[in-house]
């Protein structure tokens, strides 16, 4: 196994769409790791957001939860489930990044600003941009594709955890 540094490393080129999810490597307990660390950055995350919820640790644990069956079932259904470990690691270790900067900005500005509010939406939108580079990589297809599939899950798991708390 890689050192952790040299993983944080390409986590970060992924992050920066220089890399994609079959650099990393296919570990089930790096797979583990990052999605314990996806839903230890998104509980203070979304504690922290203007909309928070009465159940941020539930819902951080559901956002886990959706992208793993999501991932899983999609490479699935492409026959390509043997690039489940990479996908889903990469998936996870840039969230971590990507809620670790999102809560950076929402500890240092106020929630309601627009400063605050626009860097949110950069973030949601280079966080799309993301998965799309790694759905691109992991389904070997075409970027609009990807991108379809992207805000597929964004999108989907945010109506489902709408539909959670109605």
């Not at 890689?2 to 390409?10: D, N, Y």
């Not at 970060?12 to 992050?15: E, G, H, V």
């Not at 691109?136 to 991108?147: E, F, K, P, Q, S």
């Given at each position: 196994m890689?050192?952790?540094?040299?993983?944080?490393?390409?986590v970060?080129?992924?992050?920066l769409l220089r890399r994609g999810p079959q650099d990393l490597p296919a570990s089930p307990t790096l797979l583990a790791?990052?999605?314990?660390?996806?839903a230890v950055v998104g509980y203070p995350?979304?504690?922290a957001l203007p909309a928070a919820t009465a159940t941020p640790?539930?819902?951080a644990a559901y956002g886990v939860i959706v992208t793993v069956a999501f991932t899983y079932a999609l490479l699935h259904a492409y026959g390509l489930g043997n690039r489940f470990l990479q996908t889903a690691t990469a998936l996870y270790a840039t969230d971590v990044v990507v809620t670790g900067l999102a809560l950076i900005l929402l500890t240092l500005g106020s929630a309601g600003t627009p400063v605050t509010a626009l860097g949110l939406i950069g973030l949601i939108l280079w966080n799309i941009a993301i998965i799309a580079h790694i759905f691109?990589?992991?389904?070997?297809?075409?970027?609009?594709?990807?991108?379809v599939w992207a805000l597929a899950l964004v999108i989907g798991s945010g109506l489902l955890l709408e539909w959670l708390h109605a």
């Open positions: 890689p050192s952790l540094q040299h993983i944080v490393r390409l970060l080129d992924i992050c790791a990052t999605m314990l660390a996806s995350t979304m504690r640790g539930l819902d691109r990589h992991a389904l070997d297809t075409v970027i609009a594709l990807a991108t």
